[in-house]
């Protein structure tokens, strides 16, 4: 998977001309990248295509045309697309009610490292969390946290033999695992 360039992006122009074709196959794309852990944890697993999607929102949304400025948005963007090698996912903590939320952050201190995957009969492999930025504090944790899977070339051949993948989170607070759907999956391998 290359990383996004100049060349991969729509001007302002072109982009206004396609947005709404364009975001409707990206949101098509992303129905399979989501995978729901319980009733308040759910991962958007990115690629090259959904990040091409925020950098030309956010080039449209902030008017960027300047060629350092556009830069800076596929530096920020880019390490967030998986490699190969790994599964990049945003992990979304949702409680609809603010004192509910702020009282199960602070109970959820510590989810990060309590998610694991794992695939096929291999042993579970738990993320890399937050490489961007500290996003957690001493009284609470993130509702968004960027995570990094790193796989081994076992467990990729495991999940392209469309051998079973499985998720979950073992944590004190908020303990669930489940099957990874085939068309989840089949799109995490592409």
Avoid: C
Avoid at 87 to 103: H, N, Q, S
Avoid at 117 to 122: F, I, K, P, R, V
Avoid at 140 to 163: D, H, I, P
Wanted: no cysteine; aromatic share 6%; net charge negative.
């Amino acid at each position: 998977m290359g990383k996004l360039t100049h060349a991969s992006l729509m001007t302002l122009e072109q982009y206004a001309n396609d947005r709404e074709d364009f975001r409707a196959r990206v949101m098509a794309h992303k129905n399979n990248r989501r995978v729901a852990i319980g009733l308040n944890v759910t991962l958007y697993f990115d690629d090259r295509l959904t990040m091409q999607y925020q950098i030309q929102e956010m080039l449209r949304l902030e008017r960027i045309f300047e060629a350092d400025k556009i830069q800076e948005e596929l530096d920020a963007y880019n390490p967030l697309s998986p490699d190969g090698s790994n599964l990049k996912t945003t992990m979304m903590i949702v409680f609809p009610d603010r004192e509910e939320r702020r009282a199960e952050l602070q109970r959820l201190i510590g989810i990060e490292p309590a998610l694991w995957l794992a695939a096929g009969d291999l042993s579970r492999v738990t993320p890399i969390a937050n490489e961007d930025l500290d996003r957690d504090t001493a009284d609470k944790t993130s509702a968004v946290n960027v995570v990094r899977f790193e796989l081994t070339e076992q467990m990729s051949g495991s999940l392209r033999a469309a051998e079973k993948l499985l998720i979950g989170i073992d944590h004190p607070a908020y303990g669930y695992s489940m099957q990874v759907s085939t068309s989840t999956q089949a799109a995490l391998v592409r």
